[in-house]
């Protein structure tokens, strides 16, 4: 499983911003999917996940301004990002996960900046 993600870039507080997430290879091996970020000195934080069954969660901090989504025909999950905070700055990481294979897949990081 590949995944190429896209959409970072800077914006002020209040703003919004929408990652992408293009999965390919062995995507039905997929149980979900979601995004992760990383702050330098931080553990890599979950801010959302979609299960293959449609179901979504979210962190607490994120909750009520992020959505998470997917279009199975392009195989892509978007994370919708609004009212956008400082501390919502961070680089982040599309996550991919296959149960039958008991693999996490990464894709490359994309940085988001938040100023206030």
């Known amino acids: 499983v590949q995944l190429q993600a896209s959409g970072g870039g800077s914006v002020q507080a209040g703003g919004s911003l929408r990652l992408s997430c293009a999965a390919s290879g062995s995507i039905d091996s997929i149980n979900f999917m979601g995004w992760y970020r990383q702050v330098p000195g931080k553990e890599r934080e979950r801010v959302a996940q979609?299960?293959?069954?449609?179901?979504?969660n979210y962190a607490d901090s994120v909750t009520g301004r992020f959505t998470i989504s997917r279009d199975n025909t392009k195989s892509t999950v978007y994370l919708q990002m609004d009212t956008l905070k400082s501390e919502d700055t961070a680089v982040y990481y599309c996550?991919?996960?296959?149960?039958?294979?008991?693999?996490?897949?990464w894709g490359q990081g994309t940085e988001v900046t938040v100023s206030s």
């Open positions: 996550n991919a996960y296959s149960l039958s294979r008991q693999t996490n897949f």
């Open positions: 979609i299960l293959r069954n449609g179901d979504t």
